[in-house]
């Protein structure tokens, strides 16, 4: 299986900015579709964004005009550039696989957390 590897996280402050990293461990990397996805605590994993091998991108409503994936296929290396930060988006962070209505596989990396507080 796939292997993801995240990072980035920290503290924040509300309004403030964090660009997460995700390195995958597979030669395919550039042909794979990838998704952020967040775990806030007491709610169900969301996708965040996600991103088509073409470089196609959408967003959750609740991101939109704030967050910015992007993805490095020479590095293997997705990204995810978060601006504007706000409570609401305290969880933690992972990357997988995006497949659409299949949804992303069942096995997670370890994830990184983000915190947005004053």
């Known amino acids: 299986q796939v292997q993801f590897v995240e990072s980035g996280g920290g503290l924040v402050q509300p309004g403030g900015s964090l660009r997460l990293s995700c390195e995958g461990s597979?030669?395919?990397?550039?042909?794979?579709?990838m998704g952020w996805y967040r775990q806030a605590p007491g709610k169900q994993r969301e996708l965040v964004a996600r991103?088509?091998?073409?470089?196609?991108?959408d967003y959750g409503d609740s991101v939109k005009g704030r967050f910015t994936i992007s993805r490095d296929n020479g590095k293997r290396t997705l990204y995810l550039q978060m601006n504007s930060l706000k409570a609401d988006d305290t969880a933690v962070y992972y990357c997988?696989?995006?497949?659409?209505?299949?949804?992303?596989?069942?096995?997670w990396g370890q994830g990184t957390q983000v915190t947005v507080s004053s």
């Open positions: 991103i088509t091998a073409g470089a196609n991108t």
């Open positions: 597979t030669s395919i990397f550039s042909s794979l579709a």
């Open positions: 997988n696989l995006w497949r659409g209505a299949t949804g992303p596989p069942p096995y």
